[in-house]
Nanobody, 124 residues
């Protein structure tokens, strides 16, 4: 059974940092592209960042470019999202997702497996 488990969320003041982790079981992440998405209350789920299976290519939403960094450690079957200079508008539930194959995607429908999410709250 495939499981993706996110951790690292919490409450932080504006300007602060958090690092989210996503650990996989039942799935070898080195065979998957990975993405992070988020969903704020009353809004649709949106793309945040993605990384190809080897880590050679990374993509970011314009709203987080320069502040967030996606990375992966295939030996640990883990993907990370380093979030710096956090803003109140970053408040959301953050989800990691795995897509079989090498190419990442901006579209949530392209991903095969999802975690349960971790709450990030940024206070002003």
């Amino acid at each position: 059974q495939v499981q993706l488990v996110e951790s690292g969320g919490g409450l932080v003041q504006a300007g602060g940092s958090l690092r989210l982790s996503c650990v996989a079981s039942g799935l070898t992440l080195s065979s998957c592209a990975m993405g992070w998405f988020r969903q704020a209350p009353g809004k649709e789920r949106e793309f945040v960042a993605a990384i190809t299976w080897g880590g050679s290519r990374r993509n970011y939403a314009d709203s987080v470019k320069g502040r967030f960094t996606i990375s992966r450690d295939n030996a640990k079957n883990t993907v990370y999202l380093q979030m710096n200079s956090l803003k109140p508008e970053d408040t959301a539930v953050y989800y990691c997702a795995a897509r079989r194959g090498s190419s990442s995607s901006y579209y949530s429908s392209a991903y095969d497996y999802w975690g349960q999410g971790t709450q990030v709250t940024v206070s002003s």
